[in-house]
T-cell receptor
């Protein structure tokens, strides 16, 4: 079954404690991206990757890092989380520019 | 950036057709029109996409105006499970930038 898997689904952490949210896809897709969703602000892109070792900033990249060392994985790293990064995060993947994108189930992050 | 405009909310009765409009008056010739929906507590889900011609799939139909400045997502028989936020998105550029607007919140009444 084609899917994008995010872990963890829920996370509560403290300010400043580094964390990683993993994202893995089983479809051999080239393109992967991360979004955050906040009430009233909708979905905003954080980072995207067009292929292994190729990443670029989206609309709201501050405070986040990503890496793409292998095609299937695209982890989101928060080196020093802050409360304003409390949000619902989604990972997505697709194989070409204009085909169906698959989204993960989301990671709800709370930073206290 | 080409943007889309959708009504904030719409209501439909169960088993009736639903027409969800989207305006994209600044669309460029290479922009594809995509529709996604987000059910409560879930990630966005692909519905349909097209370039110029009308498109049909098992979930919905997409009607694209001749000038491409607007489109309509058609759910032929709404069910309670179709209650969601529907996003009309133009996909552009050489990257992966989905630009999500606020979408249309569809309520389906039994």
């Amino acid at each position: 079954e084609a899917q994008v898997t995010q872990n963890p689904r829920y996370l509560i952490t403290v300010t400043g404690k580094k964390l990683t949210v993993t994202c893995s896809q089983n479809m051999n897709h080239e393109y992967m991206s991360w979004y955050r969703q906040d009430p009233g602000l909708g979905l905003r892109q954080i980072y995207y990757s067009m292929n292994v070792e190729v990443t670029d900033k989206g609309d709201v990249p501050e405070g986040y890092k990503v890496s793409r060392k292998e095609k299937r994985n695209f982890p989101l790293i928060l080196e020093s989380p802050s409360p304003n990064q409390t949000s619902l995060y989604f990972c997505a993947s697709t194989d070409r520019l204009n085909t169906e994108a698959f989204f993960g189930q989301g990671t709800r992050l709370t930073v206290v | 950036d080409a943007k889309t405009t959708q009504p904030n909310s719409m209501e439909s009765n169960e088993e009736e057709p639903v027409h969800l409009p989207c305006n994209h008056s600044t669309i460029s010739g290479t922009d594809y029109i995509h529709w996604y929906r987000q059910l409560p507590s879930q990630g966005p889900e692909y519905v349909i996409h097209g370039l110029t011609s009308n498109v049909n799939n098992r979930m919905a139909s997409l009607a694209i105006a001749e000038d491409r400045k607007s489109s309509t997502l058609i759910l032929h028989r709404a069910t309670l499970r179709d209650a969601a936020v529907y996003y009309c998105i133009l996909r552009w550029g050489d990257g992966q930038n989905f630009v999500f607007g606020p979408g249309t919140r569809l309520s389906v009444l039994p």
